[in-house]
């Protein structure tokens, strides 16, 4: 069993940064992959970023040189830094896990706006 706890999200201007944060309880963490999906208003969920336990990383190309994801498995925490951050990447930001099935995180609220 793994839970999941989102946290760092917030208004910020366009250009502006966040670190998000998953905290995550359970044993299976440190040999799980993890990734950060968003969800925007009237959108279907999409993949952000995605790291594997031996800290191998992909990101989906919208986000590409302005996000990195890192895991500290002592912690049992991922981050998300979002750096130059667009309105377009407003949405609702879930952290996920996957040991025989997907966990979720209860999302964390990201608004880029002026």
């Known amino acids: 069993q793994v839970q999941l706890v989102e946290s760092g999200g917030g208004l910020v201007q366009p250009g502006g940064s966040l670190r998000l944060s998953c905290a995550a309880s359970g044993s299976i963490f440190k040999i799980s992959p993890i990734a950060w999906y968003r969800q925007a208003p009237g959108k279907e969920r999409e993949l952000v970023a995605r790291i594997t336990s031996g800290g191998i990383t992909n990101y989906a190309d919208s986000v590409k040189a302005r996000f990195t994801i890192s895991r500290d498995n002592a912690k049992s925490t991922v981050y998300l830094q979002m750096n130059s951050l667009k309105p377009e990447d407003t949405g609702v930001y879930y952290c996920?896990?996957?040991?025989?099935?997907?966990?979720w995180g209860q999302g964390t609220q990201v608004t880029v706006s002026s």
């Open positions: 996920n896990a996957f040991f025989n099935r997907h966990y």
